[in-house]
């Protein structure tokens, strides 16, 4: 039940945008977004609950489309620091457990 | 600092032995999550404990076990290691309906 992420890399110059899209085959009750840089660990970016649900900040947000089981992050102007590699996760209602896509490699160059 | 401490950053074993992971999660996170990442894999998870108790396992090997000690810090034991349980082992600790802190992770190898 592992989620699908596309795509699996993305190489962007400083200032452009990315769309990560993170897709599930069940009901999700929840989705959270994760960027980890490489020897370090995961960190927590944003949760989303609500089905239609979009929220982040001004440079990056996300979407839940929870009658598709889908979800979107969105980075807008990316920055250097944006680099690193995206990981969605996916919660099923009484599951307990947060189950992690593959993961998008997203690579910013000046 | 995450505030979630795992112990230790590293560690090199042979094949055959046994290992304990610590991990003490963020002050009043009662849940705590273990997480095994192999070399540039996603995260895979293995158990969870709430307070206390076993709330859910992933495709934890029987060679594995963990507990969550009533000071909520926890332990995972890995036993009768393989050269493919060489990963990067990750406690994470969160609040019901909040986003994980992941701790900066135990870097197994076994040789």
């Known amino acids: 039940q592992q989620p699908v992420q596309s795509p699996q890399a993305v190489i962007l110059r400083e200032g452009e945008d990315a769309v990560i899209n993170c897709s599930s085959s069940?009901?999700?009750?929840?989705v959270h977004w994760y960027r980890q840089k490489h020897g370090e660990a995961p960190v927590f970016l944003m949760i989303l609950l609500k089905g239609g649900e979009q929220k982040g900040h001004e440079k990056i947000s996300a979407s839940f489309n929870e009658k598709k089981q889908q979800s979107s992050l969105y980075l807008t102007a990316s920055q250097l620091s944006y680099s690193g590699t995206y990981f969605c996760g996916t919660e099923i209602r009484g599951a307990q457990k947060l189950v992690f896509g593959q993961g998008t490699r997203l690579t910013i160059n000046p | 600092d995450s505030g979630v401490t795992q112990t230790p950053k590293h560690l090199i074993t042979a094949t055959g032995q046994r290992v304990t992971l610590r991990c003490s999660p963020r002050s009043g996170d009662l849940s705590v999550y273990w997480y095994q990442q192999s070399l540039d894999q996603g995260l895979q998870f293995l158990i969870q404990y709430y307070n206390g108790e076993e709330r859910a396992k992933g495709n934890i090997l029987e060679r594995f076990s963990a507990q969550q000690f009533p000071d909520l810090h926890s332990e995972l034991n890995l036993s009768s290691l393989e050269l493919g349980d060489s990963a990067l082992y990750f406690c994470?600790?969160?609040?019901?309906?909040?986003?994980?802190?992941f701790g900066s992770g135990t870097r197994l190898t076994v040789v």
């Open positions: 994470a600790s969160s609040v019901q309906g909040l986003g994980y802190t």
């Open positions: 069940k009901a999700l009750y929840s």
